[in-house]
């Protein structure tokens, strides 16, 4: 075992006292200062061209991603392995009356001690077994973990057989354009230098799955993310002739009440079960206040995947808006007969129908009708808007379904379903060719020699619960359901790209071996020390060697 924790705990504090909120100059803050400090080593002054940072593309935002590596010489071989994770952070705005020794660990735990927090929070400030702050578990010090490997095999290229590369990204707790844009990166390292990519290892935060769960968890792959979303249109009425016409803040309720929280859309696999999709964002388009029910109204929702293909989420997703599309119906009319029973009105079926559509069904019946005239008119509509940088990428969107539902010529109330964001493809490994079996027995190996030393159960899972960048490294779908994603977006090619066929090129198996801690993105945010400063770079330690041997 390497004495590694007073190092990492140091370098831990050194990149938790820069703020990097995402989307803020400290991005770039946090880049410059450990590509620095990566300079400063005597193997990188000998070479130089061997750390450097990179600018994201397609960016509205200036940041850097940091890269360095390290070229072993035990022996002559391409075999290479990634050291992945992120230097941004979210906002410290939770912090409320603490929030200016957010990024100061000894202080806010001092300042912590003094206030009413929870009974656990209150144990492990005490305890001093924990690192408070914004970044210690998500994820500074596993940053900080993998600069300590850097420096490591910098003093010892004989002890590498293969090469090491690490990777600290920006931009993950936003829209990925840090590990995206690295794609190229790790491409033109793969074409100058020969590097044969055989693993990837990420450092994201673990927690406890339930109360009492004492395991620490490596991850063997990533859940997928999908941002479903609905643009539901109605028949505007005045408040006092309700009845006349449909709400699509209705239709909107009971579609959520349909989707939100329902186990039937968890995808299982391989004995695991994500959470089941919730609301993100639900709004209708009333900017002021008047008399008269909405136009229109938006909703998405979070949508974790296993195994589930893009395209097949949007089948599951049809039928779950028509069955809610025909309970609002059947409940209007309900309602409208009671009303006309006790106000003794004449009562006649209500005229609405269900009507569900997927983005991509409705611009092809436009453009089958109106041709280069709806394609040039929304070509200008997309440029126009990009010029708006108040919106983001999912109001982007559905501005676009918005002007696009002027084109048609049935105006009937409908539900039209599309993906506003970025798809994050789920990754697992699973053994199925042989550098995952590779990676599969470094890390039993790996936890078999660490284990004796602590405590605590290291247990492996197969999919990490959050979201992580995992994601765009590997990918499993095929082309087909990577076209569901491309065509159901309203944003892609303008506010919107991602370039799957790099990821595809690629394809890094990988793994998540990252601090442990609880709290993640609030104000309770800590890691604990023991695990995350000494288990953690041991156990990637480990890893990179029985994966580069020979």
Not at 137 to 154: C, E, I, Q, R, T
Not at 244 to 264: K, V
Not at 298 to 304: D, E, K, T
Not at 467 to 493: H, L, Y
């Amino acid at each position: 075992m390497l004495k590694t924790y007073d190092e990492v705990l140091k370098v831990t504090n050194d990149l938790v006292n820069i703020e990097s909120i995402v989307n803020t100059e400290g991005e770039i803050d946090i880049s410059t200062s450990l590509a620095k400090t990566i300079s400063t080593l005597p193997y990188f002054q000998k070479n130089p061209d061997y750390v450097f940072t990179s600018q994201t593309i397609d960016d509205e935002i200036e940041r850097y991603n940091v890269f360095a590596f390290v070229r072993g010489t035990k022996a002559n071989s391409n075999k290479t392995v990634v050291l992945m994770g992120h230097m941004d952070t979210v906002g410290i705005d939770d912090y409320n009356n603490l929030k200016e020794k957010a990024c100061f660990p000894n202080e806010l735990q001092e300042a912590l001690k003094n206030e009413k927090v929870p009974p656990l929070v209150k144990k492990h400030l005490e305890s001093n077994e924990w690192l408070f702050g914004r970044g210690t578990l998500d994820m500074k010090s596993g940053v900080a973990s993998n600069y300590y490997l850097l420096k490591y095999f910098s003093e010892h290229p004989e002890e590498l057989n293969g090469n090491l590369v690490f990777f600290a990204e920006c931009d993950e707790e936003d829209s990925s354009h840090g590990v995206l844009s690295g794609l190229n990166d790790l491409k033109r390292l793969k074409k100058e230098y020969g590097f044969e990519y055989e693993a990837l290892i990420n450092s994201d935060f673990v927690a406890p799955r339930y109360e009492g769960d004492e395991n620490r968890y490596i991850y063997k792959g990533t859940v997928g993310k999908l941002l479903p979303s609905f643009y539901i249109t109605g028949a505007e009425s005045h408040v006092g002739s309700s009845f006349e016409g449909l709400d699509p803040n209705y239709i909107a309720a009971e579609l959520t009440r349909q989707i939100a929280y329902n186990p039937e859309l968890c995808d299982k696999a391989l004995g695991e079960t994500p959470m089941p999709p919730v609301t993100l964002k639900q709004t209708d388009f009333k900017e002021t206040y008047t008399v008269q029910t909405a136009l229109a109204s938006y909703v998405y929702y979070n949508f974790f995947v296993h195994s589930w293909s893009p395209k097949e989420v949007l089948e599951k997703l049809k039928i779950q808006a028509e069955i809610a599309f025909n309970n609002v119906v059947t409940n209007l009319n309900n309602h409208y007969k009671r009303y006309c029973e006790i106000s003794e009105q004449e009562y006649t079926t209500l005229p609405w129908k269900p009507r569900v559509l997927f983005y991509e069904e409705l611009e092809q019946s436009i453009i089958s009708q109106s041709g280069e005239s709806y394609k040039e008119h929304m070509k200008k509509f997309k440029e126009d808007l990009l010029e708006n940088k108040e919106i983001d990428v999912r109001m982007f969107s559905a501005r676009v379904v918005e002007e696009t539902w002027k084109w048609a010529k049935d105006k009937s109330p409908a539900i039209i379903i599309f993906y506003s964001s970025l798809y994050s493809p789920r990754v697992e490994v699973t053994g199925k060719n042989g550098k995952e079996k590779n990676l599969l027995a470094a890390l039993d190996y790996a936890i078999e020699k660490v284990q004796p030393h602590y405590n605590k159960p290291i247990v492996q899972r197969n999919y990490f619960p959050y979201i992580c960048d995992m994601s765009c490294v590997a990918i499993n779908d095929d082309e087909v359901s990577i076209r569901s994603v491309i065509t159901n977006n309203p944003s892609w090619g303008t506010k919107h790209y991602v370039d799957y066929d790099a990821i595809r090129e690629l394809n890094i198996p990988a793994i998540n071996i990252g601090p442990y801690g609880y709290d993640a993105h609030n104000r309770y945010e800590r890691t604990e020390l023991k695990y995350t400063m000494e288990i953690m770079p041991n156990l990637t330690k480990l890893v990179i060697d029985k994966l580069l041997e020979n």
